[in-house]
């Protein structure tokens, strides 16, 4: 049975867990390793489940307590050079990475256990940036996060997905009219920034397939977002291609600040 927990998502920090039974992996620790340690003790999981962390890329809210769970905890840390890189250059950064740190290559296979995890590129302001395709047994669970725009290479990944964890960052309306300087509005619009809800939603709707089973719309923002606007922006656009939530797919919005429930993917 696959799990898949939300430990948290947004712009003050993400974290994702994905287990079979005994054991399981985080992507993205940008929360406090007490609160990873406590919401993953809620679930009755113990850190010494956690057989590595996968790294997206180097922002503050995706790795705060990196350090701390490779190397006072012993995790394993993969990511790509660049994604490392960033990591040890970035003054969030309390504790550096040494002993746990794991090189990955694009579109190379790393197998941990029974899961086969295979990064790709995404487009993002950051030194690098991946997702994430992980293979069990007949799942395909795919992360895409921060997202600049659905390129080839993203659009290929997320098509594979049986469950999907997709960015909805903003509504385009919410920021153009919002308080954000001209040149952050810029920075999260001009393609190596975030996805916007309707951006998400018109891919979604036009890429849709039966084997996709679940999606959840992850990394909104705070301010110029809201759970109940994407979530039905992309209910809206699946709608008009006759795909029904709840029958063909299942749909959740991942709040700002709030683990989720644990989902059990059977």
Known sequence: MLQFLSLASGSSGNCYYLGAGSYGILFDAGI??????????DHQIDLEQIMAVFITHDHADHIKC??????????????????HAGIKDSHYMREKLYTSRRIIEKEQPVLIKDFKITAFSIPHDARDCVGYLVD?????WVLATDV????????????????????TNYDREMLVNGNYPP??????????????????????????????????????SKDNNHPDLAYKTV???????????????????????????MYLLG
Not at 66 to 83: D, F, M, N, Q, R
Not at 136 to 140: C, E, I, P, Q, S
Not at 155 to 165: G, S
């Open 32 to 41: 406090g390793i007490r609160v990873i340690k406590k919401i993953l003790k």
């Open 66 to 83: 990196v350090g701390s769970l490779g190397e006072k905890y012993g995790i394993p840390v993969y990511a790509t050079e660049l994604v």
């Open 136 to 140: 069990y047994n007949h799942h395909k």
């Open 148 to 167: 600049g725009c659905i390129n080839n290479t993203v659009a290929q990944y997320l098509r594979i997905a049986n469950h999907l964890v997709i960015e």
């Open 183 to 220: 040149f952050l509005k810029t920075r999260i619009m001009n393609g190596k920034g975030h996805l916007c809800n309707s951006e998400t939603a018109e891919f979604l709707a036009a890429n849709f397939d039966l084997h996709l089973k679940n999606i959840w719309l992850c990394h909104l």
């Open 235 to 261: 209910e809206m656009a699946l709608g008009q291609y006759g795909v029904r939530i709840g029958k063909d797919v299942n749909l959740t919005t991942l709040k700002h600040g709030f683990p989720s429930e």
